[in-house]
């Protein structure tokens, strides 16, 4: 009970003991008083309207700001606001941050503070609550957010002077007919000159030789698209090191993404995780080579959560791989599964390059993979692709 009602009773059991118009006035005056009070917050609530602007991803360690604008639309003062946002302990040394402040009709007020985040994953802003109180009665009226806003943090990048990137993964133009672009690098014959030919291509000492003009022809290329399919699943990663395990994987899928597309590389990406965002299984990405690709890709990762069970090899079954003849498909797992390599076998036997780069691979798992014609690599423990002899 507060000051004012206790005032209020006491002044009206001396209203009816004792009648008197100045006890009277005094009683209408304090209940007036707190109803004015009590409808003060009320009406006021409905007036106030708030936003809160976060970026959407942030790579880790990356410092953030969060901004938070305050309107209020009432023609009452609002004489103090108790506003509370919660903030996850790994984005945060600081559970809760609180403002008291006032509001003037029509006032907009920013608050700001700012996030860091330090492991990979999708965090959640919020929910922000609000106090309305007045100074005449402390009985507050709570707001608080229906929806919340997502952050994700990003995996970590390894840059890719530090990537030991065997030279068999093909990283370059691939040869192959029928193509728009031809590479100038390859020659393979002359020909006449026809009208209409780029004067730079035209072969001078062949000309001179055989008296009529000749153009060098060149061989057509095409670049290589690779497709990038990360099993994460829980019953692929066993043992004590498992969330270890998985991480890595993460990491060396986002290292090869970003070594390739800053190659111009298209690349794609599928996987068997589950993005808790959309609340189901992460949907796959075409090959593309743009730097907002990538980026989308990153922030896949970055919200991934391993699924209870499944492999990705039935995702690249049940899907279109979406890969050119010659493209290329890596693999990224613990292990070698036996089960696997009839499949990863047909694919190589449809013009694809298989990959398969392993985070605890066994000790005949980088041997068996190449005796079937599949390049087989390990990752390292920071999550960097590595070739084993």
């Given amino acids: 009970m507060t000051f004012l009602r206790a005032l209020t009773i006491l002044t009206l059991a ?33 007036q106030i309207a708030w936003q809160r602007q976060a970026p959407p991803a942030l790579s880790p360690n990356e410092p953030g700001e969060v901004i938070i604008t305050i309107t209020y639309r009432g023609r009452l003062p609002l004489p103090y606001l108790v506003v509370s946002e919660d903030i996850p302990p790994a984005l ?12 003037s009709p029509g006032q907009q007020h920013v608050l700001r503070y700012t996030v860091q985040g330090r492991q990979r994953g999708l965090y959640w802003l919020g929910p922000l609550q609000m106090s309305i109180g007045t100074v005449l009665d402390l009985g507050e009226v709570q707001l608080a957010e229906q929806q919340q806003t997502p952050l994700t943090i990003v995996p970590i990048v390894v840059p890719l002077p530090s ?19 031809d590479d100038p690098a390859q020659k393979i014959g002359v020909r ?27 061989a057509p290329a095409i670049a290589r698209e690779t497709l990038i399919a990360l099993e994460f699943s829980e019953t692929a990663y066993r043992g004590r090191f498992a969330r270890d395990d998985r991480e890595r994987a993460i990491i060396a899928t986002a290292s090869l993404a970003t070594a390739l597309i800053n190659r111009r590389q298209p690349v794609g990406m599928c996987s068997n995780g589950y993005d808790p965002l959309t609340e189901e299984p992460v949907a796959p990405l075409p090959p593309a080579a743009d730097l907002d690709h990538l980026r989308e890709i990153l922030v896949r990762l970055g ?12 995702t690249l079954t049940d899907s279109e791989l979406g ?25 190589v036997q449809r013009g694809l390059r298989v990959t398969v780069a392993l985070v605890a691979p066994g000790s005949t798992d980088i041997l068996q993979a190449r005796r079937y014609g599949i390049a087989a690599y390990r990752i390292d423990r920071t999550g960097a692709v590595i070739s084993e002899v």
């Avoid at 003849?325 to 694919?347: E, F, H, M």
């Fill in 323 to 347: 890969l050119i003849w010659g493209g290329t498909l890596i693999i990224i797992t613990a292990a070698l599964d036996q089960r696997w390599l009839v499949s990863l076998t047909a694919l």
């Fill in 163 to 181: 990537l030991d990137l065997p030279a068999g993964l093909p990283y370059s133009h691939e040869r192959r007919r029928l193509s728009l672009f």
């Fill in 303 to 314: 919200r991934l959560e391993p699924a209870p069970d499944g492999t990705v090899i039935d």
């Fill in 14 to 46: 001396w209203l009816i003991f004792e009648p008197n118009p100045a006890i009277s006035l005094v009683v209408y005056v304090l209940i007036g008083v707190q109803i004015i009070a009590w409808l003060w917050p009320r009406i006021a609530r409905q």
């Fill in 92 to 103: 945060s040394a600081a559970a809760r941050k609180q403002w008291v402040i006032s509001l």
């Fill in 192 to 218: 006449p000159y026809r009208s209409g030919d780029s004067p730079r291509r035209i072969d001078w000492k062949t000309s001179a030789r055989l008296g009529e003009l000749q153009v060098r022809e060149l």
